[in-house]
């Protein structure tokens, strides 16, 4: 079982930057591949970029690579979403999600994670 909360969002100028956190609970969370995805209101949730268990494989949407870093800390069960450049298609409620996989790959399919946090609402504006 794992349990996640994210912090970190809120209303940036484009160009500007923030740091997304997801602090997971549980004993699983070293076992598991983490996951952000994003989704705006009446549209599908999208992968935004993942993490592999033990942080050494890293997977990233198109439109943020280059932009966005995932990186986690099993010490502290944190995964964390760098994100600079922002731009105003940033805008999205942003989930993190966790699935259990020692296979080193990284999901992009979001009915792979069994676990889920609230979201946080990001703003870019522009």
């Known amino acids: 079982q794992v349990q996640l909360v994210e912090s970190g969002g809120g209303l940036v100028q484009a160009g500007g930057s923030l740091r997304l956190s997801c602090a997971a609970s549980g004993r699983s969370f070293s076992t598991c591949s983490m996951g952000w995805f994003r989704q705006a209101p009446g549209k599908e949730r999208d992968f935004v970029a993942g993490?592999?268990?033990?942080?050494?494989?890293?997977e990233y949407a198109d439109s943020v690579k280059g932009r966005f870093t995932v990186s986690r800390d099993n010490a502290k069960n944190t995964v964390y979403l760098q994100m600079n450049s922002l731009k105003p298609e940033d805008t999205d409620v942003y989930y993190c999600?966790?699935?259990?996989?020692?296979?080193?790959?990284?999901?992009?399919?979001?009915?792979?994670?069994?676990?889920w946090g609230q979201g946080t609402q990001v703003t870019v504006s522009s």
């Open positions: 999600a966790a699935e259990l996989n020692l296979s080193g790959v990284v999901s992009r399919t979001d009915s792979r994670y069994g676990y």
């Open positions: 993490i592999s268990w033990r942080g050494g494989f890293t």
